[in-house]
């Protein structure tokens, strides 16, 4: 790990007022929370249960109407985070929103272990899957109800179905999500990207409206991105050391 980097991070954040983390699966991966597209993760993870189906496909609007028995199969074997925890990142960062330094965290990860580590302005673009709602009326259900269901297709006490409150491919971003994300990013002085590809859009292209100081990118693999004014920080490597490094020098 290059030391002078870690430093110079450490200046950045110290010089910054308001930071907005922004993250994505790689951020939640070293609480073994699997990913989506790396050899490990759920997209080449071969179920002989679920082998005949692309994998966007199980998690897509189309699978949830018109396979529903299937998509809800597959989202309690895949999506049943309630016994992960937050890892150093997660908590690192819940401690710098604390000290009035980090303004908000976006994340692509519908796990809630930003929230599950103490942060409290967290906006998640891709919802939760630790929340539930009727798709007829409304009525909002507790994280157990649709993991721990014996209905194969869980129902309201209206008879309408119930269903965790993610995007799914073919559905649009929570507008209210997508608003705060958008204008913490314009308003933020310091922008840290942490943990993602940057492939996924449309979220992948809210850093575009980062207009501040300060720019830092940490993960696994080289990204480009877009940059005007910014002094522009990258970290290949994981950001959970990273932040551990970065705690030590405090």
């Known amino acids: 790990m290059d030391e002078q980097k870690i430093k110079r991070l450490k200046e950045m954040i110290d010089d910054s007022k308001n930071i907005v983390f922004f993250g994505g699966a790689g951020v939640s991966t070293e609480s073994g929370v699997p990913d989506f597209r790396s050899k490990d993760g759920l997209y080449n993870q071969h179920d002989v249960q679920f082998e005949k189906y692309h994998p966007e496909y199980l998690l897509s609007h189309s699978c ?67 929340r539930n709602y009727c798709m007829h009326c409304g009525k909002a259900y507790p994280v157990d109800y649709v993991f721990d269901s014996t209905e194969p297709i869980p129902h309201c006490e209206c008879g309408g179905v119930i269903r965790p409150d993610i995007t799914l491919y073919e559905e649009s971003l929570p507008e209210t999500a997508v608003r705060k994300s958008v204008n913490a990013i314009a308003e933020a002085d310091m922008l840290i990207i942490g943990g993602t590809s940057l492939t996924v859009y449309p979220a992948a292209s809210y850093i575009n409206y980062f207009e501040g100081k300060y720019l830092v990118i940490i993960n696994r693999d080289a990204l480009k991105v877009r940059s005007g004014n910014q002094e522009v920080l990258m970290i290949n490597d994981s950001i959970g050391e990273v932040f551990k490094k970065l705690s030590e020098l405090e």
């Not at 990142?89 to 604390?98: G, N, P």
Request: charged share 30%; proline share 3%; aromatic share 8%.
């Open 64 to 130: 949830l109407v018109n396979e529903p028995k299937v998509y809800y199969e597959f989202h309690r074997q895949k999506m049943d985070t309630r016994k992960i925890e937050p890892n150093f990142a997660h908590k690192y960062l819940a401690e710098l929103e604390k000290k009035g330094k980090l303004k908000a965290v976006v994340t692509q990860n519908i796990d809630g272990l930003h929230q599950k580590a103490g942060s409290k302005e967290v906006y998640e673009i891709h919802g939760s899957a630790l």
